[in-house]
């Protein structure tokens, strides 16, 4: 059997949050990363200095070259300085059908068995950060 590989990207560098809005970055091609990529692990870094209502941050894949792009993994926070990760698998069947969302997923939650072939990050925040505020968004992939 072949050795399991680890592949490291930072999706989002820490990022100074001081505006409101909605915001995406460019995407990253998983094929650059890894041809057999079937794990995925996302760590979202929250560094809160001030001010500020949410920050919720989405990774998401495409399917179709980046035309549509869903939800796979939820990162909310709020006013407290915190580390969430999460861990998806291409191995875990969806539900038949599965409507995709762009910046609707639930919060802290993710949705497992769809990897596309490229991902990115997508940031939306509500208030105003002071500009200590920051938000870093890594990833590992496996295959």
Do not use: E, H
Request: hydrophobic letters at 45%.
């Amino acid at each position: 059997m072949a050795p399991l590989l680890n592949y490291g990207k930072t999706l989002l560098p820490a990022a100074t949050i001081t505006v409101a809005g909605t915001f995406a970055t460019d995407p990253i091609s998983l094929g650059q990363i890894s041809d057999t990529s079937a794990v995925l692990a996302a760590q979202a870094t929250f560094v809160y200095g001030s001010g500020g209502t949410t920050c919720k941050s989405w990774v998401q894949t495409s399917l179709d070259g980046g035309l549509t792009w869903i939800d796979i993994a939820s990162f909310a926070f709020t006013t407290v300085t915190a580390t969430k990760v999460s861990v998806l698998s291409l191995y875990i069947a969806t539900a038949a059908a599965l409507t995709p969302t762009d910046g609707s997923l639930a919060d802290n939650t993710i949705l497992n068995g769809l990897l596309g072939d490229r991902v990115r990050c997508k940031l939306t925040t509500t208030g105003t950060y002071g500009g200590n505020t920051t938000l870093a968004l890594a990833m590992v992939t496996r295959g």
